[in-house]
C-alpha cells in the first residue's frame, strides 16, 4: 500500500467514533494485523537469547510495556520458564479471536516452537507448557494458565508494582511509539521496580513504518520532514513514531539511571549510500552521524 494512502487512512481512523475498532477491522483484512505469531517469535527468542547471554535466569518475574493486539511475547515467555508476565498497555488492544488463532497455530506448530526455545530452555519443559496451553477456551483462561497479568489501559510509568520486584522489564518495537517526554517516566519507574540483578531489554524499530508496506520508499524517509509536518502525517495514535535514533534512547537511558549492558544495531546500507548522496535530512537530524540515522534495528540490554 502506498505510504500516502496508508497515513490518510489512519488519521481518518483516528477522527471516526470507534476509532479502535474501525482501524482494527481494517488492519485485520487489509493490513498485516494477524493471529500467525512469527513475526513476533522471533524477537521473543531473541530477548531470551539476550538473557541466556548476560547469564539471566528465565524462570523470573518480567514487565512488558506494550501488549499490543496478540501477547504472543507473553506466552513465548511462559514457554521458555517465566514465572509471572505483567503486560501494560496505554491502549486495552487484546484482541480474542487472533489471540485463540495465535494458541491454534502454536499447537499445530509445536516442534517448530519447541525447536525454536531448546538452546535455551529443556525442551521437555516447553513441551510440557505448550500441552498446558491446549484446550483453553478464552482469553481469560490464557493468562490464568500461563500466569500473565494484563493490564490496560495503563501507564507504564506508573505500574504500581513494589520497588525491586521485577527482574525483567522489556519491550518489542514499542519504545519507537512513545513519546519522548513519557519515555523518561517509563525508565525512571523500570529502575524503580528492577530487582537487584534485573535487567531491561528493549527491541527498537528506529525506520520508517510506512516502508513495513511500501517498499518504493526508503527506511529513513520519515526523517526528511519538519516536526510540524509529521505531525500532520502522523500526529494520530495509529500512526505516530517518535523518529528517534539509537543515540537519543542511550541518553534517555542514561538520564534514568541505568548502564547499556550490551546493545546490537542493523545498520540499513542503502540508507547510508542514500545519505552520501544528499538525500535531505530536516535540520533536527543534522548533528547525526550517517550511522546513527540509517540504525533501523536497535536492542539494547540495559543495568
Known amino acids: 500500500m502506498n505510504w500516502k494512502t496508508k497515513a490518510r487512512i489512519t488519521r481518518c481512523c483516528a477522527r471516526v467514533p470507534k476509532s479502535e475498532r474501525c482501524y482494527r477491522f481494517i488492519q485485520k483484512h487489509f493490513g498485516r494485523l ?29 514487565l512488558e510495556v506494550g501488549t499490543g493486539h496478540v501477547p504472543v511475547v507473553p506466552v513465548g515467555l511462559f514457554l521458555a520458564g517465566a514465572r509471572e508476565v505483567w503486560t501494560y498497555d496505554l491502549n486495552r488492544r487484546l484482541d480474542p479471536e ?30 510440557a507448557r505448550l500441552g498446558r496451553l491446549r484446550g483453553i477456551k478464552d482469553v481469560a483462561g490464557l493468562l490464568e494458565v500461563a500466569n500473565i497479568r494484563y493490564v490496560a489501559p495503563a501507564d507504564a510509568a506508573r505500574t504500581g508494582l513494589p520497588d525491586r520486584s521485577v527482574d525483567c522489564h522489556f ?7 512513545v513519546a ?31 516502508q513495513h508496506t511500501d517498499a518504493s ?10 516536526e510540524t509536518d509529521w505531525r500532520s502525517i502522523a500526529g494520530n495514535h495509529f ?45 533536527r537530524f ?16 540495559l543495568t
Open 34 to 62: 494477524s493471529d500467525d505469531p512469527q513475526s513476533r517469535l522471533n524477537p521473543t527468542v531473541a530477548l531470551v537469547a539476550m538473557l541466556r547471554k548476560h547469564q539471566r535466569v528465565l524462570a523470573g518475574r518480567y
Open 98 to 127: 487472533m489471540t485463540l488463532g495465535m494458541l491454534a497455530w502454536l499447537a499445530e506448530h509445536g516442534d517448530h516452537v519447541t525447536n525454536l526455545f531448546s538452546p535455551f530452555a529443556d525442551s521437555s519443559e516447553v513441551k
Open 286 to 301: 543534522s548533528g547525526y552521524t550517517d550511522m546513527d540515522l540509517c540504525t533501523t534495528e536497535y536492542t539494547v540490554a
Open 239 to 283: 500512526a505516530y513514531c517518535n523518529r528517534l535514533r539509537a543515540s537519543d534512547y542511550a541518553r534517555l537511558f542514561s538520564e534514568a539511571g541505568f548502564s547499556i549492558a550490551d546493545e546490537q544495531r542493523v545498520v540499513d546500507q542503502d540508507g547510508v549510500a542514500l545519505l552520501q548522496r544528499a538525500f535531505p535530512v530536516d535540520v
Open 171 to 177: 519491550s518489542v518495537t514499542t519504545l519507537e511509539h
Open 180 to 210: 519522548p517526554e513519557a519515555l523518561i517516566g517509563v525508565f525512571r519507574e523500570a529502575r524503580r521496580i528492577l530487582a537487584p540483578g534485573g535487567v531491561a531489554i528493549h527491541l527498537i524499530d528506529p525506520s520508517d513504518h510506512f
Open 217 to 226: 520508499i526508503t527506511k529513513i524517509n520519515f526523517l526528511r520532514f519538519t
